[in-house]
Structures are given as structure tokens and as C-alpha cells.
């Protein structure tokens, strides 16, 4: 079988390499001897034909190899936390499953339950090390920068940090309270800024300025006053306390 090198002119795979440097032919017709790097051809064409067919092998992988590398880093899907982003019904942060359907709280990520349909809201490389291997969307700092909260744990009403700052300025603003919470300072640990209006008129004191028994209209409000004859009973009860 001809590979083009029986003779010690030029091979195929030389002759594309040295383009522009010579005239093969013209130099097969004089009878000239090829050698590398000789005068006519390119430093990289060769005179014997195993050497010629393993500088093509050689060429033939390295591309082959080139194109197996873009394939790779082109087709990769991609998985940039950007791109986990969601938001809950409730208006929340979330975590988006790899099915693009599932948006789940981002409290629910590591947290030891399996919530998306393939699990990967609790896989190694996400939960390995926690807070360091979970994308910054899913995290929210505190006060003091050692401690930290999911991001949808920010603005809950709720003392998450443990000393309001993922709640009250001025290391969060946060919305006034909404309609489902009653604006106060609390004499509860659990409450920042604001209580539930379900603890309004319960005969308990949830606000320091005793506001919740007074002024909220809570849920309750009308079956407790429809209870209690006046207010002066109400404060007078409220006062035993």
C-alpha cells in the first residue's frame, strides 16, 4: 500500500506542512534528495516513511485531542449557583432542583431531608461543608460575621440570629411589618420588631408597651371583647398578671 513516501522526496503530510517553503514537484523532477530541514521543504518534513506516518499520527491525535477538549468544556451543563436561584410562592429565596421545576425554601437545603425529586439538595458537595460549600444566595450573615442564617430566614419576623440583626437595622432593613404582625418592641426572645396579631388579645403581654392587649386588632379582638364588659375589667384582669 502507497502512503505517498516510497521515495525520499516528500510525503503527503510534509507536503501540506511545507506550503509556501518550496515546490515539490519542481524538486521531484530535478531528482533532488530530500532531506529534513533541507533546502525546498519545511524543518518538519521528513525523509523516511515511518517517520513521515508518525508525525501524521501524531498531528492526528493532538487535534483529536483538542477537539475532545472543547466538546467537554462546551457541553458541560452548567451548574453555577446563579442558576439554582428561584423564588418560593411565598416571595421567598429558593433552591432550584436539577429538574427546573422543584423551587424549594432555602432553609430546606441540608438540613438532612431529601426535598428535591433526585436529592441533590442534600449532596456532599453542597452539605460538605456548610456554610463554606453553599452558594452565597442561599446564606444571609448576622451581626457578629461568625454567625449565619439561610437567606430566606432574613426579614421573617423571626429572632433567627439570636440577637435581632438579621431583623432590625442597621445591619438588616427589613419592610414595616405586614398584615399578619402587629408592630412592637416584644418582651419575647422569639419576636425582633414585631409579634403575630394571633398573640394580639390573648391576655398575655407580647409588646412592652402592653399594645397588644390594648391596641391590636387582632383576630380575636371581637370574640374577647364580646367576653368582657368593658375595658376597665379587661385592664383590670390584665393587671393580675
Known amino acids: 500500500m502507497s502512503l505517498g513516501c516510497e521515495r525520499a522526496e ?17 524538486n521531484t523532477a530535478a531528482g533532488r534528495k530530500g532531506r529534513p530541514g533541507g533546502e525546498g521543504y519545511g524543518p518538519l518534513c521528513c525523509s523516511r516513511r515511518g517517520a513521515c506516518l508518525s508525525l501524521f499520527l501524531l498531528f492526528l491525535l493532538a487535534t483529536l485531542a483538542a477537539l475532545l477538549v472543547v466538546a467537554t468544556v462546551l457541553g458541560r451543563p452548567s451548574r453555577t449557583p446563579e442558576t439554582q436561584s428561584c423564588v418560593t410562592l411565598s416571595n421567598r429565596t429558593g433552591f432550584l432542583c436539577h429538574d427546573r421545576r422543584h423551587c424549594i425554601p432555602a432553609h430546606g ?21 456548610v456554610p463554606q460549600s453553599l452558594p452565597s444566595f442561599l446564606l444571609a450573615y448576622c451581626g457578629d460575621p461568625a454567625s449565619w442564617i439561610y437567606s430566606d430566614q432574613k426579614c421573617d419576623g423571626t429572632n433567627n440570629c439570636g440577637d435581632c440583626s438579621d431583623e432590625l ?35 398575655v403581654q407580647h409588646c412592652s408597651d402592653w399594645s397588644d392587649e390594648y391596641s391590636c386588632p387582632g383576630p380575636e379582638c371581637l370574640s374577647l ?8 375589667e379587661l385592664a ?6
Open 10 to 26: 516528500v510525503c503527503p503530510a510534509c507536503f501540506w506542512l511545507s506550503l509556501g517553503q518550496g515546490d515539490a514537484e519542481s
Open 225 to 232: 371583647f364580646l367576653s368582657t364588659p368593658n375595658d376597665k
Open 236 to 241: 383590670a384582669m390584665l393587671g393580675s398578671f
Open 109 to 129: 437545603v441540608c438540613d438532612g431531608i431529601r426535598t428535591c425529586p433526585h436529592g441533590e439538595d442534600e449532596d456532599e458537595s453542597l452539605c460538605g461543608d
Open 169 to 203: 437595622s442597621p445591619v438588616t432593613a427589613c419592610p414595616p411589618c405586614g398584615p399578619g404582625w402587629w408592630r412592637c418592641t416584644p418582651t419575647v426572645f422569639t419576636y425582633c420588631g414585631c409579634i403575630p396579631r394571633a398573640l394580639c388579645r390573648d391576655r
